[in-house]
């Protein structure tokens, strides 16, 4: 039988299953589904180069024609990629091995919205905005306000442990999920525990967010939400000095304040980014700190984190600043003024503990800009996703010439990348906070985890043994 013979054979099972419509193999869509926002397939693209393409895009509208197109790729061995909005950077979506892409966006039903528990179910397909504005119009809100909100679907947040701006409060993706529905490699259709806190063993929801459709395919998702604050101010503050506004920031979080945001600058970033958004021309380490509640709450709150912020010598810029930034907080991610090609870029966020993150910060800024000075590499960082033990750097590097060739270019993006996540490693951070794995990191996984990765690689082979699910993606082994 030839290719093109078994190509027809298996669209055709395809369209019995999720109908005629629902399937498409038109050359456009295929390279269209082929990237997403890491540089690598970018650079393939636009040098003139094949990406690697799907085979079949499907467009499922029911878990049970998920299930029952799962169990053709494992009667076929054919590769399954999970997509959800396409607004990874992570090449997390990239069909490395082609296949069926499963976009998931008509599993778009907000199923129940609990407004006793304040929880929200909803299929792993609805567009988060979307979600965020029915729940507004009922006084609640996800808090979860990622920078891709506008295309980002619900399951993505959690496939990829996302994060939002609010996250110092509300949390990240995996700290509100509750419960989950999952289609597993065989078909199988399975529920984690109905809540996250338990004493009932081992917990399944944990090992499904973060798995980026590697270990089966989130149908449906239930998740926290909080009513809509009575009142969100914010102030800015300046730092002469980088280390003090690290030491305010781990002040406020280890007096157990909660601030919805802090967003602390390093100098290159306030000169650099700032300068270009806000129009704010200051050197120094910048500051915004955002606090949301009732009015007395927020007073109080405010009022703890200002005398926090001067004792170490923080210039109180007012609020207008503040505010400004809020309501401009996305532009930095649009054009003209997100970095995009023909620059080379790279964002080497990692998380870790208040004691280790100032070494980080200078080891990371050292390796980019004396390892790589004759390509002319600037480093910049900001600090924007807090915890009670510590703190996410949100660090890029660019390149404003990089090679044009797309083979010399990947390869200095990846050795930049290789330097910079092994330096995190080495300095007791992680390879990544919340923009994922994908392909792009999924190399340096073994290196993460150590003696454990056995362990990673031998649930993702129980689970698929087959090896069907977004095979290349996370590190692990494709059988």
Partial sequence: MTD?????????????????????????????????????????????????KPDWI??????????????????HRIPVIPYGGGTGSQGGGVPLYGGILLDLKKLNRIIKIDEESYTVTAQAGVNGQHLEWTLNKKGLTLAHYPASAYGATLGGYVAARGTGTLSTKYGKAEDMVLSMEIVLPSGEVIRTLPVPNHACGPGLLPLFVGSEGTLGVITEVTIRLDPVPEERRWRAYLFNDIRKGLEAGRRIMTKRLRPCTIRLYDQNSTQRLLK??????????????GSDGDKDFVDLEMNAIHEICTNLEGEDLGSELGEHWWKHRYDFYFPP???????????????TTFDCIYDIYMAKKRVIEEDFKDWGASYIAHFSHW????????????????????????????????????????????????????????????????????????????????????????????R
């Fill in 58 to 75: 499907v467009f499922p509208e029911s878990v049970d024609e998920i299930s029952r197109l799962l169990k053709l790729a494992s009667r």
């Fill in 337 to 351: 003024l997100t970095y995009m090609l023909p620059q080379m870029f790279g964002t080497v966020e990692t998380t």
């Fill in 387 to 478: 915890f009670p033990w510590g703190v996410m750097v949100y660090d890029r590097f660019i390149i404003d010439k990089p090679p044009q060739d797309p083979h010399e270019a990947l390869q200095l993006h990846t050795e930049i990348w290789g330097k910079a996540a092994r330096t995190s490693i080495q300095h007791g951070g992680t390879l990544n906070d919340h923009h994922g794995i994908g392909f792009k990191l999924g190399w340096l996984m073994p290196e993460q985890y150590g003696t454990a990765w056995p362990v990673m690689q031998g649930i993702k082979d129980l689970l698929d043994p087959q090896g069907i699910m977004n095979p290349g993606k996370l590190g692990f082994t494709r």
């Fill in 276 to 289: 270009r958004v806000l129009n704010l021309d200051v050197q120094g380490a910048y500051m915004v700190v």
């Fill in 4 to 52: 093109t013979l078994l190509f027809e054979i298996i669209r055709n099972e395809l369209m019995d299953i999720v109908g005629h419509d629902d399937v498409t193999v038109h050359e456009a869509e295929r390279i269209a589904y082929s990237t997403d926002y890491y540089f690598a397939p970018q650079v393939w693209i636009d040098r003139g180069q094949t990406p690697p």
